[in-house]
């Protein structure tokens, strides 16, 4: 399914797992599994945040953007992966792979300037517990969640409508679902321009978040280390550790997927492709499910209310 000559693309082909036909089975129901879980556990931490008065606050709000963002996140490929596993013709639509693209990347942007923002907060809390209410105001949060999406919706605009321009002389798609840099791959023309932009994109919307995030616990961290006694200093690193959890787990996945050295063409080199595919379905499955077990184990409040929803369910009955 790949021509030489530039010619007018219609649909494009997603390789996947095509060549491991027996292992599409296995990840069919392991996905599946992993999918329902990330659907359930952060339905679950939304209805929470809105349910319960006493989470009205700066950091449930953005843990309901986070995770209402997860849920986005991963409805935008794995339905149609899970469908590709148990398909013969693995194959998407030009105007499917652009909306999939767009999407993709704009919740994964987002979810990096939210980080940022959960920090600040974090930080604010900390270390200027006094002006918390003032600092964070709800004018503040809000229009610092607002301000995570425009800058995820608008980056996404203009890297894909950048890719989309793009003369594609193959449309062999050697992913589980239409990965910006697995779609750029298939260009004939110069992509100088696009990874230039790309470069510039990830400067300001992931390192730069990253950043702020590494400042944010610098001051958080030397802040509970003045702290006299361990019960203080136990009291204030937990309302900053899970979040803290969560931002390791997702920079340290990206750090892993797009900063490791490139494999050596060999012998072995299908074999490596297909590792490389697979760690990056996971990573883009595996943080979406890890935040609610996450929040739920490390944050008091969070397991309060879920035992008093449970009992009062429990009882009514």
């Not at 999918?35 to 953005?62: A, E, K, Q, R």
């Not at 449309?171 to 321009?193: P, Q, R």
């Not at 899970?242 to 340290?252: K, N, Q, R, S, W």
């Not at 997927?257 to 996971?282: C, G, R």
Request: charged share 15%; aromatic share 12%; net charge neutral.
């Amino acid at each position: 399914m790949e021509w030489e000559n530039q010619t007018i693309l219609v649909e494009f082909f997603l390789k996947g797992l095509s060549d491991y036909p027996r292992l599409e089975l296995l990840f069919f129901a392991l996905i599946l599994i992993m999918y329902v879980v990330i659907l359930l556990g952060n339905g679950t931490l939304i209805l929470i945040s809105i349910w319960d008065p006493h989470l009205h606050t700066p950091m449930y709000f953005f843990l309901g953007n986070l995770s209402f963002l997860d849920i986005c996140y991963t409805t935008t490929s794995i339905p149609s992966t899970l469908v590709n596993f148990l398909s013969e013709r693995k194959t998407i639509s030009f105007s499917g792979c652009a909306i999939q693209m767009f999407l993709g990347m704009a919740m994964g942007t987002t979810e990096c300037v939210l980080l940022g923002m959960m920090a600040f907060d974090r930080y604010v809390a900390i270390c200027n517990p006094l002006r918390y209410p003032v600092i964070m105001s709800k004018d503040s949060y809000v229009s610092m969640a607002a301000g995570s999406w425009f800058a995820g919706i608008i980056n996404s605009a203009v890297q894909t409508a950048f890719v989309i321009q793009l003369n594609f002389c193959r449309n062999n798609i050697n992913h589980f679902s239409c990965e910006i840099l697995a779609v750029m791959k298939l260009a004939c023309a110069d992509i100088s321009g696009n990874e230039f932009i790309m470069v510039v994109a990830t400067t300001l919307f992931t390192l730069m978040p990253l950043l702020l995030i590494v400042i944010s616990y610098s001051l958080i961290i030397s802040s509970i280390l003045k702290i006299r006694t361990s019960e203080g200093r136990s009291k204030a690193f937990s309302t900053c550790s899970a979040h803290l959890i969560v931002v390791i787990i997702f920079y340290g996945t990206i750090l892993f997927m797009y900063m490791k050295p490139k494999s050596k063409e060999t012998l072995n080199s299908e074999d490596l492709y297909a590792t490389d595919k697979l760690i990056s379905m996971f990573y883009g499955v595996m943080t979406p499910m890890m935040n609610p077990l996450i929040y739920s184990l490390r944050n008091k409040d969070v397991k309060e209310t879920v035992k008093h929803l449970f009992n009062r369910s429990f009882f009514s009955k």
